[in-house]
């Protein structure tokens, strides 16, 4: 399909700097019937026996400001290569050479030992495993979107709002923004409704904020990143399916990973391992029936995920919706709830 298909226009108005506070107040579209709601009314439009699957990948503050001679360099994280070594995006890229070293802090630097397309470059750390997140704790900074605005790096409030309930397993450049609109009063109130959860791993890397460059989407090249399913959580989601309960994705990175472990028969296998799925129109969901997400970019893979799953021109008209009543787009805006259009 063309990318153009997935284009249309988002005043920057619409886009949240900011959550809102506490996190289930968020407003929640549900597209079924556009009826306007908030996060904490979630639990009456499920049924008891419905499975929740939430990201618990916890964000590392993977963007980094150093030295390299007398001038300044940036860096962003994004995938990791060894217990040393990390592909990020730089600016100023072009500048870089290999060999280069690079200071962040006295002790903590990194040598540039690979230089790939679009900014990327590969970084060997002078820090490895434990150690490196100790620097990177201490010097590093929260990788906000490039759409979130801040004077310097991610302050202070970023470091709590850019995490969710479920965040544990180090990893992320990204936040599961989905996740971010639970609390525990509302996982609670979905509990008393008999609404049960689990918990899948998917690292999200900073090739999600990646505009497709290409014309066609058969043309475009996804990143990997890499998800691990427990056999527990793959059990509890084939129970909760055979008993007639609904499988629903927190986000977008859930469903991927999801979709990536589930077999042609429906079945969910344990998962460890990258994944670079990239769903367009056309793709036959295996396991997902309901989907809540945020509202996305114009022209992204993530925009194209959800009109794969709902329909093209059904999401159209829910972005329009959208705008019209005055939706907070993005990573710390609103919410809609999607179901599964088997005709998209």
Known sequence: MKVDDFDFELPPQFIAQRPVSPRHRARLLVAENLVDNIMAELPAFLEKGDLLVFNDTRVIPARLKGKRGDGGVEVTLHMQMSADSWKV???????????NIIEFAEGFTAQVVGKGPGGEVTLHFSLSGAHLMSALEAHGGMPLPPYIKRENMADERDKVDYQTLFANHKGAVAAPTAGLHFTPQLMQTLADKGINHTKVTL??????????????TEDHVMHAEWGEISEQAAATINAAKAGGGKVVAIGTTSLRLLESATGEDGTVRPFSDKTDIFITPGYRFRLVDTLLTNFHLPRSTLFMLVSAFAGLQTMKNIYKVAMDRGYRFYSYGDGCLLKKDDQA
């Open 89 to 99: 995006f730089a600016k100023p890229a072009k500048k870089l050479q290999l060999d």
């Open 203 to 216: 690292h999200v890397g900073a090739g999600t904020f990646l505009p497709v460059k290409v014309d066609d």
